[in-house]
């Protein structure tokens, strides 16, 4: 145990190093020492996966060789910290490539903070998942915002981006004080502040409430709505390999925090899975909604994490239903999609933004309007943004549809069980699981579709090419961890189904029955047929193609011969007439003044229209105008005079003195 | 005896395009195509040679490929009567809707790949709507799971008939009938797509496949035949007493298939398509259909 302590210290301490190197080398030091704590954390995580039972291993940093920072591993922490390593390391693989660009025209301090705020994070992350201790907890999840933060402003020089990030470490303050809170009246009751004492906090009496400030304080990180607000502004914000491993990894550290605290809780389970299960089916269907109506890039996946993130809360919704009709299919596969859902959503997210990152590069705009045509001239990033794409709609046979089946299972598996009232809420969170998955396909043909075929839009999209051979190592890493999930399913979860048995401590009741088992093989199996009959059409169709002619011909225009990209369809006309149906969520604002009667030549005009994010709007920026319209009316009496304010501690003074003298304070 | 299903799936699948033909000729007066007329068209199309778009790539050289192979997946997965499917496991439609939609994922973005704007328009239409119809079907089942208590095609469909409880017959018409009209949405049928139409602009799913042809062009017919021969499958499997033995059943099973066709192929001939902002009200109220039939049967058994 003590070189592994001497080791974490030697790194942390050497990560000052970062500052003194020459760009060049900065990433490779990083790389260096993430590597180091990598191998020491998946080598702990590993050593408890394999332990038939869930015992924890627990840890002590310190040079002493007793008592220090204490880190306890069990399998949920395990599980994280295998995600949280693999996401890491190839964001820092794809920031090598990525940041290239930037050595040039940022100073080395900007490079060399990012590193090592980059280095930090990966550090805190690992401490939230380790610590249980609530201080320590607070202070990983401080030390977790601040260097996100810092990651986030890495383009400080645009004034856009730097109140971007500072709205993003209020919005995160504001969640810290939701757990602080709720930290604060578990250890008013137990003593003992940390996730220790939720055991036995939740063991008797009803503790709705906290499960709701802990709901909203996890909630912010996560990214759950009304708490997402966050999310669409700092990840296009941030650069590609951030926002990876942020959308990828950092905001799972909320659903982390949920799942240790639902693992605790022993009452008013009903109404918690209740709320989780309503809160996340439409951060779900919102995230999406909105989704669908950007042509930003990386701001359309980042209201794809806020999707993501509530079919994950879904799953966990079912899983704590589960508990409270305790039906171990619905525990077993509503929590096991869930957390299933965490590991694939870390892979085809991060894939996702680092293929937009390479997009953003060649092209150097972020707005798919403007670019089209670019499988051409970049095959790789296309062919990984596509496979993405379909593992994000959680298609078959890749990843994304299986821990989706897993959470449908859930939902299907007890339903002639259920009462009325079970069943009508699962009913509708199966249909709302439906209607996501039919809009994600909506979302991503578009996105696919807009950016990478047809014909180049513009000049910058004509000239785009493949950038940086090195930035696809990391783009192929995730994607042969989708296709392994997608085709030997049952390898992934089994150790998941662990997991859950070992927390919620189900191993002594009896057998447990993972109902998915022979399930899990044949979707291996149908999946392979598929992948056969595919392959055979396709060879036969190659033959078949060298018998006959083949000609290469503009396309049908419909007899009209002068062609031009312009008119090809774009993400707006694409998305219109979902848009028409989707107005009372989206709040779609057009822009238009209408040509009047008496015009008989009209003039030039404008078309534009906007979407804005209509829970934003009403519950941060309308109390904000709120507020300053009260705020103004106050600074009257700002004068700028002392005789004025004189006046005013005077009067304080005296009102204290009365209300002291009439015993009220 | 598992292979019997697809087998007879495929045979449904070959003689339903010219049914529906001959109804249509019939209902119109005319002396039409013969039964066989579709596979003509299908032999001509293999013969001849094809012709891309200078625009294209590989994801439109692909694509119908795709998506005939996730319907033969699909098709896979569908029980005939008592003698169950090829494969099958718990929670298996949801397999199968969601390998039909990565059929259609294909079939959207190869339109995008050629850069026509009617085929933008066809594709966005098509993602619309494949959209809106999603949820009746997993609504449906769900009613059919608390019925049966089974989540796998052969599970459900061998308790349902034998499950002895009579208040299945409204469950069954209502079951009839959201397949039935989803299939009118998948196959791109009257009154929510005129395979016949004209009019680019008037189109869906023809719309998609302006440029294909020669032998992807074959690959996209059937497809389309399948899936019409996959959702009169679902409706025999539906309506079928679980009992009875293999010649009834066959019987019953070409039955089914031919009223499926001759109900197709006249509201084809009588109705005309919808315009096309109403389709979505036509494809919600299935869901809202479906969801009836779950409140119904919730109240019956809980």
Same mark, same amino acid.
């Given at each position: 145990?003590?070189?592994?302590?001497?080791?974490?210290?030697?790194?942390?301490?050497?990560?000052?190093?970062?500052?003194?190197?020459?760009?060049?080398?900065?990433?490779?030091?990083?790389?260096?020492?993430?590597?180091?704590?990598?191998?020491?954390? #998946?080598?702990?995580?590993?050593?408890?996966?394999?332990?038939?039972?869930?015992?924890?291993? &627990?840890?002590?940093?310190?040079? %002493?060789?007793?008592?220090?920072?204490?880190?306890?591993?069990?399998?949920?922490?395990?599980?994280?910290?295998?995600?949280?390593?693999?996401?890491?390391?190839?964001?820092?693989?794809?920031?090598?490539?990525?940041?290239?660009?930037?050595?040039?025209?940022?100073?080395?301090?900007?490079?060399?903070?990012?590193?090592?705020?980059?280095?930090?994070?990966?550090?805190?992350?690992?401490?939230?998942?380790?610590?249980?201790?609530?201080?320590?907890?607070?202070?990983?999840?401080?030390?977790? +915002?601040?260097?996100?933060?810092?990651?986030?402003?890495?383009? +400080?020089?645009?004034?856009?981006?730097?109140?971007?990030?500072?709205?993003?470490?209020?919005?995160?303050?504001?969640?810290?004080?939701?757990?602080?809170?709720?930290?604060?009246? $578990?250890?008013?009751?137990?003593?003992?502040?940390?996730?220790? +004492?939720?055991?036995?906090?939740?063991?008797?009496?009803?503790?709705?409430?906290?499960?709701?400030?802990?709901?909203?304080?996890?909630?912010?990180?996560?990214?759950?709505?009304?708490?997402?607000?966050?999310?669409?502004?700092?990840?296009?914000?941030?650069?590609?390999?951030?926002?990876?491993?942020?959308?990828?990894?950092?905001?799972?550290?909320?659903?982390?925090?949920?799942?240790?605290?639902?693992?605790?809780?022993?009452?008013?389970?009903?109404?918690?899975?209740?709320?989780?299960?309503? &809160?996340?089916?439409?951060?779900?269907?919102?995230?999406?909604?909105?989704?669908?109506?950007?042509?930003?890039?990386? =701001?359309?996946?980042?209201?794809?994490?806020?999707?993501?993130?509530?079919?994950?809360?879904?799953?966990?919704?079912?899983?704590?239903?589960?508990?409270?009709?305790?039906?171990? %299919?619905?525990?077993?596969?509503?929590?096991?999609?869930?957390?299933?859902?965490?590991?694939?959503?870390?892979?085809?997210?991060?894939?996702?933004?680092?293929?937009?990152?390479?997009?953003?590069?060649?092209?150097? @705009?972020?707005?798919?309007?403007?670019?089209?045509?670019?499988?051409?001239?970049?095959?790789?990033?296309?062919?990984?943004?596509?496979?993405?794409?379909?593992?994000?709609?959680?298609?078959?046979?890749?990843?994304?549809? &299986? *821990?989706?089946?897993?959470?449908?299972?859930?939902?299907?598996?007890?339903?002639?069980?259920?009462?009325?009232?079970?069943?009508?809420?699962? $009913?509708?969170?199966?249909?709302?699981?439906?209607?996501?998955?039919?809009?994600?396909?909506?979302?991503?043909?578009?996105?696919?579709?807009?950016?990478?075929?047809?014909?180049?839009?513009?000049?910058?999209?004509?000239?785009?090419?493949?950038?940086?051979?090195?930035?696809?190592?990391?783009?192929?890493?995730?994607?042969?961890?989708?296709? !392994?999930?997608?085709?030997?399913?049952?390898?992934?979860?089994?150790?998941?189904?662990?997991?859950?048995?070992?927390?919620? *401590?189900?191993?002594? *009741?009896?057998?447990?029955?993972?109902?998915?088992?022979?399930?899990?093989?044949?979707?291996?199996?149908?999946?392979?047929?598929? $992948?056969?009959?595919? #392959?055979?059409?396709?060879?036969?169709?190659?033959?078949?193609?060298?018998? $006959?002619?083949? =000609?290469?011909?503009?396309?049908?225009?419909?007899?009209?011969?002068?062609?031009?990209?312009?008119?090809?369809? #774009?993400?707006?006309?694409?998305?219109?007439?979902?848009?028409?149906? !989707?107005?009372?969520?989206?709040?779609?604002?057009?822009?238009?003044?209408?040509?009047?009667?008496?015009?008989?030549?009209?003039?030039?005009?404008?078309?534009? #229209?906007?979407?804005?994010?209509?829970?934003?709007?009403?519950?941060?920026? =309308?109390?904000?105008?709120?507020?300053?319209?009260?705020?103004?009316?106050?600074?009257?009496?700002?004068?700028?005079?002392?005789?004025?304010?004189?006046?005013?501690?005077?009067?304080?003074?005296? +009102?204290?003195?009365?209300? @002291?003298?009439?015993?009220?304070? | 005896?598992?292979?019997?299903?697809?087998?007879?799936?495929?045979?449904?699948?070959?003689?339903?395009?010219?049914?529906?033909?001959?109804?249509?000729?019939?209902?119109?007066?005319?002396?039409?195509?013969?039964?066989?007329?579709?596979?003509?068209?299908?032999?001509?199309?293999?013969?001849?040679?094809?012709?891309?778009?200078?625009?294209?790539?590989?994801?439109?050289?692909?694509?119908?490929?795709?998506?005939?192979?996730?319907? /033969?997946?699909?098709?896979?997965?569908?029980?005939?009567?008592?003698?169950?499917?090829?494969?099958?496991?718990?929670?298996?439609?949801?397999?199968?809707?969601?390998?039909?939609?990565?059929?259609?994922?294909?079939?959207?973005?190869?339109?995008?790949?050629?850069?026509?704007?009617?085929?933008?328009?066809?594709?966005?239409?098509?993602?619309?709507?494949?959209?809106?119809?999603?949820?009746?079907?997993?609504?449906?089942?769900?009613?059919?799971?608390?019925?049966?208590?089974?989540?796998?095609?052969?599970?459900?469909?061998?308790?349902?008939?034998?499950?002895?409880?009579?208040?299945?017959?409204?469950?069954?018409?209502?079951?009839?009938?959201?397949?039935?009209?989803?299939?009118?949405?998948?196959?791109?049928?009257?009154?929510?797509?005129?395979?016949?139409?004209?009019?680019?602009?008037?189109? /869906?799913?023809?719309?998609?496949?302006?440029?294909?042809?020669?032998?992807?062009?074959?690959?996209?017919?059937?497809?389309?035949?399948?899936?019409?021969?996959?959702?009169?499958?679902?409706?025999?499997?539906?309506?079928?007493?679980?009992?009875?033995?293999?010649?009834?059943?066959?019987?019953?099973?070409?039955?089914?298939?031919?009223?499926?066709?001759?109900?197709?192929?006249?509201?084809?001939?009588?109705?005309?398509?919808?315009?096309?902002?109403?389709?979505?009200?036509?494809?919600?109220?299935?869901?809202?259909?479906?969801?009836?039939?779950?409140? /119904?049967?919730?109240?019956?058994?809980?």
């Amino acid at each position: 145990m003590q070189a592994e302590s001497i080791l974490i210290f030697i790194v942390i301490t050497l990560s000052v190093l970062i500052f003194f190197a020459h760009q060049r080398f900065k990433q490779l030091i990083t790389l260096a020492l993430l590597a180091v704590i990598a191998v020491i954390t #998946t080598i702990w995580s590993i050593t408890v996966f394999n332990d038939g039972f869930n015992t924890p291993v &627990i840890r002590h940093i310190s040079l %002493s060789g007793s008592g220090g920072l204490i880190l306890t591993i069990d399998k949920l922490s395990a599980f994280f910290i295998l995600v949280i390593n693999l996401t890491c390391i190839n964001g820092l693989l794809f920031a090598g490539g990525y940041l290239k660009h930037y050595y040039t025209r940022k100073k080395g301090l900007n490079i060399s903070i990012h590193f090592f705020a980059y280095l930090f994070l990966y550090i805190s992350m690992l401490l939230v998942v380790m610590v249980r201790e609530g201080l320590a907890f607070l202070i990983a999840w401080e030390i977790m +915002a601040i260097a996100s933060f810092l990651l986030v402003i890495f383009d +400080a020089e645009e004034r856009q981006i730097l109140k971007t990030g500072i709205s993003y470490l209020v919005q995160m303050h504001i969640g810290m004080f939701f757990l602080l809170i709720a930290f604060l009246i $578990v250890e008013k009751d137990t003593g003992m502040l940390g996730f220790d +004492a939720l055991k036995y906090y939740f063991k008797e009496g009803h503790h709705l409430a906290v499960f709701i400030l802990f709901l909203a304080g996890f909630g912010i990180k996560a990214g759950l709505i009304p708490f997402h607000t966050w999310l669409p502004e700092a990840h296009p914000a941030a650069p590609s390999h951030v926002s990876g491993v942020m959308s990828g990894v950092m905001i799972k550290m909320g659903i982390y925090g949920i799942l240790r605290v639902v693992f605790q809780m022993q009452n008013d389970l009903f109404a918690a899975g209740l709320i989780t299960l309503a &809160i996340s089916l439409l951060s779900g269907l919102f995230g999406v909604m909105m989704a669908i109506l950007q042509h930003d890039i990386k =701001k359309l996946l980042a209201y794809h994490s806020i999707e993501n993130i509530g079919i994950i809360g879904m799953g966990v919704g079912i899983g704590m239903l589960g508990v409270s009709y305790n039906n171990q %299919s619905m525990i077993f596969l509503g929590f096991g999609g869930g957390i299933l859902h965490i590991l694939n959503h870390s892979l085809f997210k991060s894939l996702l933004f680092f293929s937009s990152g390479n997009v953003y590069q060649a092209s150097q @705009t972020r707005n798919i309007e403007l670019l089209g045509g670019l499988m051409k001239r970049m095959p790789y990033t296309s062919v990984f943004f596509l496979v993405g794409s379909l593992a994000i709609c959680g298609l078959p046979p890749l990843n994304g549809f &299986i *821990s989706e089946y897993l959470i449908y299972s859930g939902m299907f598996s007890n339903l002639s069980g259920l009462d009325f009232k079970g069943s009508v809420i699962v $009913v509708m969170a199966i249909a709302g699981l439906a209607l996501i998955g039919g809009l994600a396909i909506f979302c991503f043909t578009k996105a696919f579709g807009i950016t990478f075929l047809g014909e180049a839009r513009t000049k910058q999209a004509e000239e785009a090419s493949e950038r940086d051979r090195e930035m696809l190592i990391p783009q192929l890493i995730p994607v042969i961890f989708i296709a !392994a999930i997608g085709i030997a399913p049952s390898l992934f979860v089994k150790p998941v189904m662990d997991l859950i048995a070992g927390n919620l *401590s189900l191993t002594g *009741s009896g057998p447990i029955v993972t109902p998915e088992n022979g399930s899990l093989a044949n979707i291996s199996l149908i999946s392979g047929f598929f $992948v056969v009959i595919l #392959t055979a059409i396709l060879i036969f169709r190659h033959l078949h193609l060298r018998n $006959v002619p083949v =000609k290469k011909e503009p396309t049908w225009g419909c007899g009209y011969g002068v062609y031009n990209p312009r008119m090809q369809y #774009t993400s707006t006309s694409f998305a219109y007439n979902y848009n028409h149906l !989707a107005k009372p969520v989206t709040g779609t604002k057009k822009d238009i003044n209408e040509i009047g009667e008496e015009e008989i030549f009209p003039s030039e005009r404008s078309f534009a #229209t906007h979407t804005g994010d209509p829970v934003k709007e009403s519950i941060i920026d =309308k109390p904000v105008e709120w507020s300053w319209f009260v705020l103004k009316k106050l600074a009257v009496m700002q004068t700028g005079k002392i005789q004025h304010y004189i006046l005013y501690a005077f009067i304080f003074m005296l +009102a204290a003195l009365l209300l @002291t003298y009439l015993k009220i304070i | 005896m598992r292979l019997l299903g697809f087998l007879f799936l495929i045979v449904s699948a070959l003689l339903i395009p010219g049914f529906i033909l001959r109804i249509k000729s019939i209902a119109a007066g005319r002396k039409g195509p013969g039964i066989w007329q579709p596979y003509r068209d299908i032999a001509i199309l293999f013969a001849k040679g094809q012709v891309f778009s200078n625009t294209s790539g590989l994801i439109f050289q692909i694509a119908p490929a795709i998506n005939l192979s996730c319907i /033969i997946a699909a098709a896979m997965l569908l029980p005939f009567g008592r003698y169950g499917s090829l494969i099958s496991f718990d929670g298996d439609f949801v397999y199968f809707l969601y390998i039909l939609a990565l059929g259609r994922f294909f079939s959207i973005i190869s339109a995008l790949d050629t850069g026509s704007s009617f085929e933008g328009m066809g594709a966005s239409r098509e993602a619309l709507f494949s959209m809106l119809a999603e949820p009746a079907f997993f609504i449906l089942f769900a009613a059919l799971a608390i019925v049966t208590g089974h989540t796998s095609f052969s599970g459900i469909f061998s308790e349902y008939t034998i499950s002895g409880d009579h208040n299945i017959l409204i469950m069954t018409l209502i079951g009839v009938f959201v397949l039935f009209q989803s299939s009118l949405v998948e196959t791109c049928r009257v009154p929510v797509d005129d395979p016949k139409t004209h009019l680019e602009l008037t189109m /869906i799913h023809e719309v998609m496949i302006l440029d294909n042809s020669g032998f992807d062009k074959a690959l996209i017919h059937i497809s389309t035949y399948l899936k019409q021969a996959i959702y009169g499958l679902l409706i025999y499997n539906l309506i079928t007493p679980f009992k009875l033995n293999l010649v009834f059943q066959i019987i019953i099973f070409v039955l089914v298939q031919a009223l499926y066709a001759i109900t197709a192929g006249l509201i084809e001939s009588f109705r005309a398509r919808n315009k096309m902002n109403r389709n979505p009200k036509f494809i919600l109220t299935i869901s809202a259909v479906a969801w009836i039939a779950f409140v /119904i049967i919730l109240i019956l058994k809980k």
